[in-house]
């Protein structure tokens, strides 16, 4: 007899959290108060839910050890949406339509599926309870099943580079976004200043109070101006650059603003242009970590989010120094190992370059540098978008700029597509060092079609013990909502209502040995199974899971019985009535294959 651990009802648990779950306390059986797990739990349909597979207990046992498993290259799955001239999703693709390369190297695409809004929409996995004496009501299996959280959005608002008229025209246009999503979006608004801060919700009033702490909050500038005043831009030539052009545009207006133009101090001109510079460039640095910092606050809480994960990051764009590339690099990299897509909006809209920059903190310049600070201004702005263009582009997304229809660029930035190709390809002779490998989807027609989709993902890392590489692939695989084929798995679920505020949520994992690769030793054939389930919220959020594992040595007759009914495990677990998405992932040691599974159930109160 196994002894379960317990630990606390985890509610809006974060994708770290629930890691620390799974590495410390996940064992034979799942948490909070469930049955006693034990050998009984795996079943077949001929048999009483009393018996084992095997009327030999040594056949199969339970331990709260992980096995050694073999690492397993995971299938690499591109979503890709394609559109044509006009802007529409083309839908009448195939799977021969495609090419994909990893790296260069032309793939096989060995798995395409096409996908919709609909296809993603989860059915009751509920089946009818049977009588048991510790529960008052069973429900019905028949609910409708509300819709379940899909796709995740993340709204950001760079308020601290924002300007007022900005702000005041990009708040109007997002009002007007939360009436296209569709029910099972789940969207959450923040702001790079951190003031910000609405969690994943389809509650509009939430979202909609949330836009009205959408205010300029700049963390350097505020109207102060130094003498001579110098742009971030303009430092970053200077400082980044060695311009001489940019320092004697600086010389001349210390020269002006400090020593009224006496060019007998043309030498203390100098030095105080350089320091001013120097200090432009740490004050402009120290703004652009500072959102960068938030940037991947808000992307570690979308990348802990079951599902489909989007950012859409509304901002007029910033100037990035040298110095700087490798945080935007940074910035990349995150969001394509966690699968984040990033559509970016330019809050200017259709706008024109000012020559005078912003008009509510005018410049100060001198008659002798107006018009070079003038076109420094005006290559700042176009610099600004860089940004924007870099982050959209390096995850597949999409760069919206120079038009005024920001709420339909809103609207298209958080909606799903009509329609996209799930394309998957394995691998072949993958080094496990951690690579960044690039990825190209392309046609194999000559159609003039745009493709938005993922430019690449990341080997697995080189890892000393295998069993650890084996439970981080567990644990990616339970924040996806993409199945996984690799064994005949079905999940079914069941409840029972304890009283009104609690119930008791079983789930069952039916496994199909047929599938299975055995490793034939001393007459018995062997291979452990890893049972890992995740129970989420209405909003996405972890609630509670578990993680069983099944040792067999089976005998041949075992092996022949089984391979005609298969087994089923058994999960329980103790949450309040509501509805919940059942995320269930099963690996197998000897074959290093994964199955993952998605249901929903609904609770009645």
Known sequence: MENPLRFPLARRTSFRILKVLLAVSWVVCPVQAQDAPTKSEAQTPQAPATQGPANDSSEVSTRDTPPTFRVRVNLVLVRAVVRDAAGKVVTNLKKEDFQLSDNRKPQVISTFSIETPESHKLASTTKPAEPSGDANSSG?????????????????????????EDVVWVRSAATRLFNSLQASDRVGIYSTSGQVTQEFTQEHELLQKSLLGVVPRPVAGNGFHECPDISYYQADR???????????????????????????????????????????????????????????????RLAGMPGQRVMVFVSPGFVITTSLNLESSSLVDQANRSNIVINTIDARGLYTPDLM??????????????????????????????????????????????????????????????????????PQNMKINGAYHTLKVSLTGK?????????????????????????????????????????????????????????????????????MRFRKAEGR????????TAIFDENGNFVTGGEKIVEMKLFDKTVERLSHSGFTLKSSFDIKPGTYLVRLVVRDAEGAQMAARNGAVSIPF
Do not use: W
Request: net charge negative.
């Open 140 to 164: 019905d299996p028949t609910a409708a099943i509300a819709a379940l959280p899909q796709r995740f959005v993340a709204v950001v608002f760079d308020d601290t580079d924002m300007l007022s």
């Open 238 to 300: 200077i400082q980044n650059f060695q311009d001489t052009q940019a320092m004697a545009v600086a010389t001349e207006d210390a020269l002006q603003c400090a020593f009224g133009g006496d060019t007998r101090f043309m030498t203390q001109a100098q030095a105080l242009a350089a320091a001013t510079s120097q200090r432009a460039v740490s004050s402009g640095d120290a703004q652009t970590e500072y959102v960068y910092r938030h940037l991947e606050q808000i992307m570690r």
């Open 357 to 426: 920059g912003d008009i509510s903190d005018p410049p100060h310049d001198s008659q002798r540098t107006i018009g070079i600070k003038s076109s420094y201004r005006v290559a700042a702005q176009s610099a600004q978008s860089d940004i924007l263009a870099q982050l959209a582009d390096g995850t597949g997304g999409t760069f919206f700029h120079n038009r005024n229809d920001i709420d339909e660029g809103l609207r298209e930035a958080t909606a799903a597509p009509a329609m996209s190709y799930l394309l998957g390809f394995s």
């Open 447 to 515: 159609q003039k079609f745009s493709i938005q989709a993922r430019h690449g993902y990341y080997a697995p890392r080189s890892i000393a013990d295998p069993a650890e590489a084996a439970k981080e692939e567990i644990q990616e695989a339970l924040f996806s909502q993409d199945e996984i084929h690799d064994l005949p798995v079905e999940l079914q679920t069941q409840f029972f209502k304890k009283d009104p505020s609690q119930a008791r949520l079983a789930v069952l994992t039916h496994v199909d040995v047929t599938g």
């Open 525 to 532: 054939n062997r291979d452990s199974l890893t049972v890992a």
